[in-house]
């Protein structure tokens, strides 16, 4: 059974800092690409950032580009999403995802989908 479980979410000030982790369990993680996506509160769910297995490619949506980076720990069945300079609109429900294809900023890609984990930041 795939299992994908965020962690790291919270309260934060704008201008600040989180780190979320997503450890997967389940799948051969070395040969999923992995996406995170976003979801306000009401509306669909929305691109953040793509590594590719290797973690040699990533790519970040446009809305967090310079303030995200995704990075990945094949060792531990990981990936990362290293979150700076926080503002109000990146408060979301945070989700990961994997993908034994191509995977991308597409959230239909994907075939497996953690929890969610919520972040807020407060002005």
């Known amino acids: 059974q795939v299992q994908l479980v965020e962690s790291g979410g919270g309260l934060v000030q704008a201008g600040g800092s989180l780190r979320l982790s997503c450890a997967a369990s389940?799948?051969?993680?070395?040969?999923?690409?992995m996406g995170w996506f976003r979801q306000f509160s009401g509306k669909e769910r929305e691109f953040v950032a793509y590594?590719?297995?290797?973690?040699?490619?990533?790519y970040s949506g446009d809305s967090v580009k310079g303030g995200f980076t995704i990075t990945r720990d094949n060792a531990r069945n990981t990936v990362y999403l290293q979150m700076n300079s926080l503002k109000p609109e990146d408060t979301a429900v945070y989700y990961c995802a994997a993908d034994s294809g191509p995977g991308g900023r597409y959230a239909s890609s994907y075939d497996y989908w953690g929890q969610g984990t919520q972040v807020t930041v407060s002005s």
């Open positions: 389940g799948l051969t993680f070395s040969r999923y690409c």
């Open positions: 590594i590719n297995p290797t973690g040699g490619s990533v």
